[in-house]
C-alpha cells in the first residue's frame, strides 16, 4: 500500500537532527516547559507573522483557549462551519456557548461569508443568544475568506478565530491569517502539515492580554503578571490559581521535535505546490472537481480533494491497486447525534451535506514521488474513463 501520507520519509531526512535534539532534552530533563518550549514559541511566532504564539496540548485546546480567555459563555453563540474535524465545534459547548452552523462555499469548502451574515442576523432577530464569535477553518489547508470574515465580524462586534489546523503556513494575498483574526489556532498531531510525534498545538495572536490570560487558563489558572496589580508576589504563581483554567502544555521533547520540523517546513510547502500542481493538471476533466483555491491565497494542501459522483466506487477501485484514500468528511457535524439539536443558519446547510457525499482525499505530502503520483492519477483515470460521464 501507498503511505497517505509519508511520515517516514521526512524522518529519514531529519533523523540525525531529531535524534540529536532529543538526546539534549533527556539530558537537560527539563521536560515540562522545559527551554525548547520557549524558543520553539518564538519562532513559530515569527513564522506565522504575530507577536505571540503560545503552545499547549493539542490543536482543540488551542480553540478553547481563545474563548474561555474572552469569557465566552451560557447565552453566546459562536459561528462555524459543519464541514469539519469535530474539535471546531467541540469546544463550544465547552464553555456553555451555543454554536450556529453556517454553510460553506462551494469551491473552497470554507465558510460562506453571506451565509455568515444571514445566520448572524437571524440570531439577532430571535433574540435568544448574543453573537460572540466566529470560528473560520482553513480547511484542507487553504485560508478562509478573511478579508469578508473579519469585516463581518467587526461590523458586529465578534472575535474571530482561525481554526488553521490544517492550514498553519497557508497565506492570502502574502498575508498569514494572523493578519485578520483575533487568534490563530493550530495542531500539531502527527499528519498535520507541520506535525509532530504526537499530540501538540498552538494559539498565535498579536494582543497581549489575550496571551496573558491563556498563558494563565493552560496551567491551571495560575496567577499572571497583570493578576498582581503592582503588588509583590508572596508565592509560587503557580500554586495562587486566580481562574477556572486547564492543563495544557507542549511536551519539551515535542517542542524540540518541533524546532527540526519547522526549519524545512517552508520548503514541505513549496514541495506541495507541486504535488498539487501534478494532480490537478493529471485529473482535469476525469473527476467531477479538483480542488480551487481562494483568489490570491496560497494552500499548504493539508489534504488534496477531489469530488466525485462515485466516490465510494472510485475509493474502493483505489483500495484494490494499492492507493489509499480518505473521506473528509462524511458525515457533517450539524448532522451528528451530539450536535444536532444546536441551530444552523437561515435555509439549512445543503453545500456541506451535498459535499459530504462526494469528496475523496488523495495521498498526499512533500515527498511524494513523481512516479507514485502518475501511479494515483492512472488509477483514478482508470474508474472513470470518460470525463463527460463525470461532469454529467
Ligand atoms: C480543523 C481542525 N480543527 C481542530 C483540530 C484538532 O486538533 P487536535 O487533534 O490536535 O486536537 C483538527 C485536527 O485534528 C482539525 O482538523
Given at each position: ?57 493539542n490543536g482543540t485546546d488551542a480553540l478553547a483557549l481563545p474563548l474561555?480567555?474572552?469569557?465566552i459563555?451560557?447565552?453566546?453563540a459562536v459561528f462555524c462551519p459543519s464541514f469539519t474535524f469535530a474539535a471546531t465545534p467541540e469546544v463550544v459547548p465547552w464553555t456553555?456557548a451555543t454554536p450556529v452552523f453556517v454553510d460553506i462555499?462551494?469551491?473552497?469548502y470554507n465558510l460562506?461569508?453571506?451565509?455568515l ?16 464569535a466566529v470560528i473560520a477553518v482553513d480547511l484542507f489547508?487553504?485560508?478562509a475568506?478573511?478579508?469578508?470574515l ?10 474571530l478565530i482561525a481554526d488553521s489546523a490544517q492550514g ?9 491569517p494572523?493578519?485578520?483574526a483575533?487568534a490563530v489556532t493550530t495542531s500539531?498531531f502527527?499528519?498535520k ?8 498545538g498552538?494559539v ?98 493539508a ?25 473528509y468528511y462524511?458525515v457533517p457535524m450539524h448532522?451528528q447525534?451530539p450536535y444536532?439539536?444546536f441551530?444552523v443558519?437561515?435555509?439549512?446547510l445543503?453545500?456541506s ?40
Amino acid at each position: 500500500m501507498i503511505p497517505f501520507i509519508d511520515l517516514a520519509a521526512q524522518q529519514v531526512r531529519l533523523k540525525p537532527r531529531i535524534d540529536a535534539a532529543i538526546q539534549k532534552v533527556l539530558a537537560h530533563g527539563f521536560y515540562v516547559m522545559g527551554p525548547e518550549v520557549g524558543a520553539f514559541e518564538e519562532q513559530l511566532a515569527e513564522f506565522g507573522r504575530a507577536r505571540f504564539a503560545l503552545s499547549c496540548g493539542n490543536g482543540t485546546d488551542a480553540l478553547a483557549l481563545p474563548l474561555m480567555a474572552w469569557g465566552i459563555g451560557a447565552g453566546d453563540a459562536v459561528f462555524c462551519p459543519s464541514f469539519t474535524f469535530a474539535a471546531t465545534p467541540e469546544v463550544v459547548p465547552w464553555t456553555g456557548a451555543t454554536p450556529v452552523f453556517v454553510d460553506i462555499l462551494p469551491d473552497t469548502y470554507n465558510l460562506d461569508p453571506d451565509h455568515l451574515e444571514a445566520a448572524i442576523e437571524a440570531v439577532k432577530a430571535k433574540g435568544e443568544l448574543r453573537p460572540a464569535a466566529v470560528i473560520a477553518v482553513d480547511l484542507f489547508g487553504q485560508p478562509a475568506d478573511y478579508p469578508r470574515l473579519s469585516q463581518i465580524c467587526r461590523r458586529h462586534g465578534l472575535k474571530l478565530i482561525a481554526d488553521s489546523a490544517q492550514g498553519f503556513g497557508c497565506t492570502l494575498y502574502g498575508e498569514h491569517p494572523t493578519f485578520w483574526a483575533d487568534a490563530v489556532t493550530t495542531s500539531f498531531f502527527p499528519a498535520k502539515p507541520l506535525g509532530g510525534y504526537g499530540d501538540g498545538g498552538a494559539v498565535l495572536t498579536d494582543d497581549p492580554a489575550l496571551w496573558e490570560r491563556m498563558d494563565s487558563l493552560r496551567v491551571h489558572g495560575k496567577l499572571v503578571k497583570s493578576d498582581l496589580g503592582g503588588h509583590p508576589l508572596q508565592h509560587d504563581p503557580k500554586y495562587l490559581n486566580q481562574r477556572i483554567g486547564m492543563n495544557s502544555r507542549l511536551d519539551t521533547l515535542q517542542a524540540a521535535i518541533l524546532i527540526e520540523k519547522l526549519g524545512v517546513f517552508a520548503e514541505e510547502i513549496e514541495a506541495r505546490q507541486d504535488v498539487a500542481q501534478r494532480y490537478a493538471e493529471g485529473l482535469k476533466g476525469h473527476v467531477y472537481a479538483t480542488p480551487k483555491v481562494i483568489e490570491g491565497g496560497r494552500s499548504v494542501w493539508a489534504q488534496y480533494v477531489i469530488e466525485h459522483h462515485d466516490r465510494d466506487g472510485l475509493a474502493a477501485h483505489l483500495k484494490a491497486l494499492g492507493v489509499p484514500t480518505a473521506v473528509y468528511y462524511p458525515v457533517p457535524m450539524h448532522r451528528q447525534a451530539p450536535y444536532a439539536g444546536f441551530p444552523v443558519g437561515p435555509g439549512g446547510l445543503p453545500v456541506s451535506e451535498t459535499k459530504a457525499g462526494r469528496v475523496l482525499a488523495l495521498p498526499m505530502h512533500a515527498y511524494l514521488t513523481e512516479d507514485v503520483q502518475d501511479f494515483i492519477i492512472e488509477g483514478v483515470r482508470g474508474y472513470n474513463g470518460s470525463a463527460e460521464a463525470e461532469a454529467a
